[in-house]
Nanobody, 123 residues
């Protein structure tokens, strides 16, 4: 059974940092792009970042560019999201996803999803 398990969420003050992890099990994703998304109450799930299978190509939403960094360790089958300079607008449930099924960089059409981890940024 394939599972993506996020961790690292929590409560942080504005200006602080968090590092999210997404550990995959059940199959390897070393040949697949992986992404991070987030969803706030009453809003649609939105693209945050995406990383190619090799880790050489990274894409970010404009709202997080320069503050968030996506990375991966294929040996550990894990993808990370380092989040710095957090603001209350970053408060959301963060989801990782693996194996996009369409070529669009910001697509939310992934084959596998994690259950999400809550990030709350206080002002």
């Amino acid at each position: 059974q394939v599972q993506l398990v996020e961790s690292g969420g929590g409560l942080v003050q504005a200006g602080g940092s968090l590092r999210l992890s997404c550990a995959a099990s059940g199959r390897t994703f070393s040949n697949d792009a992986m992404g991070w998304f987030r969803q706030s109450p009453g809003k649609e799930r939105e693209f945050v970042a995406r990383i190619s299978w090799s880790g050489n190509i990274k894409n970010y939403a404009n709202s997080v560019k320069g503050r968030f960094t996506i990375s991966r360790d294929n040996a550990k089958n894990t993808v990370y999201l380092q989040m710095n300079s957090l603001t209350p607008e970053d408060t959301a449930v963060y989801y990782c996803a693996a194996r996009p099924v369409v070529a669009l960089i910001t697509t939310a059409q992934y084959e596998y999803w994690g259950q999400g981890t809550q990030v709350t940024v206080s002002s």
